[in-house]
């Protein structure tokens, strides 16, 4: 069944070139578009890695801050005992 006609695709000499152009312009623009995708991606990447490491030392300081309340309970504890004895003398 074949006629001898070539089955290639051939592009015909009569494409407008407003189309070529319009081809063209939407390429350059999905490229730019997926370098911009691709900057936002490492800008968010980065920004999260600084998230980690605030959060990292924000449970730091909260641990440091519950030692420093209980050291503060321990001391005003002990000061409460040295009043109570000073006024046992006093009194006494």
């Known amino acids: 069944m074949s006629t001898g006609k070539s ?4 592009i015909d000499k ?18 730019w578009w997926a370098s911009r995708v691709q900057a936002t991606v490492e800008n ?10 605030l959060v990292i030392d924000i449970n730091k300081l909260s641990e ?10 321990n001391v005003e504890k002990i000061l409460t005992r040295i009043e109570d004895k000073i006024q ?3 009194g006494g």
């Open 14 to 31: 009569h494409v407008p070139l407003a189309l070529i152009f319009a081809i063209f312009v939407q390429t350059t623009g999905a490229f």
């Open 88 to 90: 046992k003398r006093a």
């Open 64 to 73: 440091r801050q519950v030692r420093l309340e209980v050291q503060t309970e």
């Open 7 to 10: 089955t290639r695709w051939v």
């Open 44 to 53: 968010n990447a980065v920004r999260i890695q600084k998230l980690e490491a």
